[in-house]
């Protein structure tokens, strides 16, 4: 198990950015086949075979998904989402960096398989220099006939648009990215109707994430059946996991699900830093709840790693040594939502502004202990009752930890200083 590189197979080749590059390591062959082996119908199947789950956050199930989309309403839409902002979160970036065209050509098979004529790609605004990248690449596939009027002689058309978001965090949720693209404040709408029946314009709509796509090429040229047997019963593939934090080597590892968290730590991150101890982790990024050093044996698996009471999420894993405050990290991660929250419902709003006011004082040392169990019925005030999941999500991390580190929360009360932080200072003093 282990590493296992299949969408980073060719990253570090010179030139890959270039469509002759890319064609010359087989590049836009599963565009080919996609298109002369496979109706839009069993195309749909191959990937509902595969067992592709997407790589977005909630882990549905890319050809069920697909397949939700009314027969015979046209025109429909397709959206990459590359607005990638959860914090911690970069291997969509690197995907877009390394392998632009990869991309690209899994966008393709999917307007394909969809039969949708005009493809998104939507991106964070702070990318900038991957957007600029992009748009140079399907230029380049457009002149050489891979995207536009007749793809590869094939009579299915597909133009693709590059669109730069303006850096709001909520624009990754698939409702808001689609207003933002109609050109309103990006802001999410009420579901259902879910985008697969009214989306864009009012459309069939979907939403698939940048590394869900760049699978495509890969099921397509080596079949459902091939993919589903890497990793586990549940979670096939490989995933890209963004490794940052209190590590020896931080960053973007493509990892066969399955493989045990601890070997993606010791392995691949070259464990943690310092010869310090592993205090806790986050398995899927800022949304997700802390997970502990005993949650080191799980598999990389969705489900295990579920039960276990967090999420993989969008794959970015932050590893947080000894001399780590709890109170802190949770302080900045509220701070991150309330900047983000955008203000379209009153639990998100006021209550990210509230956790935010509460966690500042607990950091400083001037919480009371009753005040410490009004930020506990403030987050239940919003987990499950905003209206999108970023409200929800505001309260998972700090819950987690102060269920996990209740003594540590208990210690900030009245201390006048963070005790954590005076405690490590004098650890990595001594
Ligand atoms: C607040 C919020 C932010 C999100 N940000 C992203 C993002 O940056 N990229 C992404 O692919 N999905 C993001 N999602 C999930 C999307 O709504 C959607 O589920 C996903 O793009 C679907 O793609 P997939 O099926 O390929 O995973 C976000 C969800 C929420 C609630």
Same mark, same amino acid.
């Given at each position: ?6 969408? =980073?197979?060719?990253?570090? =080749?010179?030139?890959?950015? &270039? ?24 195309? @749909? ?9 997407g ?12 397949g ?15 607005? !990638?902002?959860?914090?911690?979160? /970069? ?11 990869q991309? @690209? ?9 969809? $039969?949708?004529?005009?493809? #998104?790609i ?7 220099? $991957? ?5 140079r690449?399907?230029?380049e596939?457009?002149a ?11 009579g ?36 259902? *109707?879910? *985008? ?19 699978n495509?090429?890969? @099921?397509?040229q ?6 589903? $047997?890497?990793? &586990? ?19 973007t ?7 045990p ?16 101890? @592993?205090?806790?982790?986050? *398995?899927g ?16 698996d969705?489900?295990?790693?579920? $039960?276990a ?9 932050? #590893?947080?040594?000894? &001399? ?17 929250s ?11 502004? /509230? !956790? ?11 919480l ?20 999108c ?15 996990? #580190? ?15 932080? =005076? ?6 003093t001594?």
């Amino acid at each position: 198990m282990g590493e296992h590189k299949l969408l =980073t197979e060719h990253f570090g =080749t010179e030139g890959l950015q &270039t469509l002759a590059v890319y064609e010359r390591v087989g590049g836009y062959q599963g565009l080919r086949e996609a298109l002369s082996r496979f109706t839009p119908e069993t195309l @749909i199947d191959e990937v509902k075979a595969s067992g592709l789950r997407g790589r977005g956050g909630a882990g549905f199930p890319t050809g069920t998904k697909w397949g939700f989309l009314p027969k015979d309403v046209f025109p429909r839409y397709l959206c990459c989402n590359a607005d !990638e902002s959860e914090p911690g979160c /970069f291997k969509d970036r690197a995907l877009i960096d390394e392998n632009p065209h990869q991309l @690209i050509e899994g966008l393709l098979i999917a307007a394909y398989a969809l $039969q949708v004529n005009t493809a #998104f790609i939507y991106i964070r605004g702070e990318y900038h220099d $991957q957007r600029l990248l992009l748009e140079r690449c399907v230029e380049e596939a457009r002149a050489a006939g891979h995207i536009g009027a007749n793809v590869l002689g094939s009579g299915f058309s597909c133009d693709v648009i590059v669109h730069g978001g303006a850096g709001a965090y909520i624009c990754g949720e698939e409702t808001a990215l689609i207003d933002s693209l109609e050109g309103y404040r990006g802001q999410p709408r009420l579901k259902p *109707p879910f *985008p697969a029946l009214k989306g864009l314009y009012g459309k069939p709509t979907v939403v698939n994430n940048v590394e869900t796509l760049s699978n495509l090429p890969h @099921i397509v040229q080596r079949g459902g059946a091939w993919f589903k $047997q890497l990793g &586990t019963e549940k979670s096939a593939g490989t995933r890209l996991f963004c490794c940052s934090g209190h590590i020896n080597r931080p960053g973007t590892y493509e990892i066969a699900m399955g493989t045990p968290i601890r070997e993606l730590l010791e392995e691949e991150c070259g464990g943690i830093w310092k010869d310090r101890s @592993i205090k806790a982790f986050q *398995p899927g990024g800022g949304s997700m709840q802390v997970l502990l050093p005993e949650h080191l044996d799980l598999p990389l698996d969705m489900d295990a790693v579920a $039960q276990a009471g967090s999420s993989l999420g969008a794959g970015a894993m932050v #590893f947080m040594d000894e &001399t780590t405050c709890m109170v802190n990290v949770s302080m900045r991660l509220v701070d991150f939502y309330h900047h983000e929250s955008c203000g379209k419902c009153a639990p998100c709003r006021e209550g990210t502004y /509230f !956790e935010s006011d509460l966690m500042h004082r607990l950091e400083a040392g001037h919480l009371t202990l009753e005040e410490l169990h009004t930020l506990a019925d403030i987050c239940d005030n919003m987990n499950g009752k905003c209206f999108c999941p970023l409200g929800d999500t505001a309260t998972w991390f700090v819950m987690s930890a102060f269920k996990a #580190f209740r003594d540590e929360f208990e210690a900030h009360c009245g201390a006048g200083a963070c005790p954590v932080r =005076t405690a490590s200072a004098q650890l990595v003093t001594a």
